[in-house]
T-cell receptor
Framework: EADIYQTPRYLVIGTGKKITLECSQTMGHDKMYWYQQDPGMELHLIHYSYGVNSTEKGDLSSESTVSRIRTEHFPLTLESARPSHTSQYLCASRFGTASALGANVLTFGAGSRLTVL | AQKVTQAQTEISVVEKEDVTLDCVYETRDTTYYLFWYKQPPSGELVFLIR??????QNEISGRYSWNFQKSTSSFNFTITASQVVDSAVYFC?????????????FGTGTRLKVLA
């Protein structure tokens, strides 16, 4: 059973709509990440968070925004969707320090596949 | 600069063949972690193995084995007697510990197709 949940799994939406991709984890992980995966498979980090009220932009510039008001919840929002936003979005989380056994293993959600027409 | 290279974009094998997926990494850190993840057609990334930079011992888990060689900065993954269920995209990843950024660098993935 998944410990990190993403909804919706699939979304087809028209240009200009506002969308929010939900990500929740039940593991108490403090660090959370959003990756965008293009059709060529490559994963691009677009946002990450070290804890509540902490968010940072990733390596790939993205028009999306994120928030981290609760430890378990890390939603991603697109204010005005465009066809270029069509992609798979993967949420992941992990515990803090890298030294603890398994602590720095990323756990991924099942992904949200977004299609903007 | 940190980098992970998976030179094989796609590999096709016939069932029961052995296959090795290559991973070469670059890092300036002396302490780091390497990972392999599997992404089946359903889309989620599934963790397979973690190896820290101080542990060069090879590992075997069933039909899976991993060969970590610091001298060549490689962390290769071998599937023995491949099965159709092994068909997936496999990602190698690097995580450094001293930068404090807790970021992960993923390779571009290798798509493995196992044909019946």
């Amino acid at each position: 059973e998944a410990d990190i949940y993403q909804t919706p799994r699939y979304l087809v939406i028209g240009t200009g709509k506002k969308i929010t991709l939900e990500c929740s984890q039940t593991m108490g992980h403090d660090k959370m990440y959003w990756y965008q995966q293009d059709p060529g498979m490559e994963l691009h980090l677009i946002h990450y968070s070290y804890g509540v009220n902490s968010t940072e932009k990733g390596d790939l510039s993205s028009e999306s925004t994120v928030s981290r008001i609760r430890t378990e919840h890390f939603p991603l929002t697109l204010e005005s969707a465009r066809p270029s936003h069509t992609s798979q979005y993967l949420c992941a989380s992990r515990f803090g320090t890298a030294s603890a056994l398994g602590a720095n293993v990323l756990t991924f959600g099942a992904g949200s596949r977004l299609t903007v027409l | 600069a940190q980098k992970v290279t998976q030179a094989q974009t796609e590999i096709s094998v016939v069932e029961k063949e052995d296959v090795t997926l290559d991973c070469v990494y670059e890092t300036r850190d002396t302490t780091y972690y390497l990972f392999w993840y599997k992404q089946p057609p359903s889309g989620e990334l599934v963790f397979l193995i973690r190896r820290n930079s101080f542990d060069e011992q090879n590992e075997i888990s069933g039909r899976y084995s991993w060969n970590f060689q610091k001298s060549t900065s490689s962390f290769n993954f071998t599937i023995t007697a491949s099965q159709v269920v092994d068909s997936a995209v496999y990602f190698c990843a690097l995580s450094e510990t001293t930068s404090g950024t807790y970021k992960y660098i993923f390779g571009t993935g290798t798509r493995l197709k196992v044909l019946a």
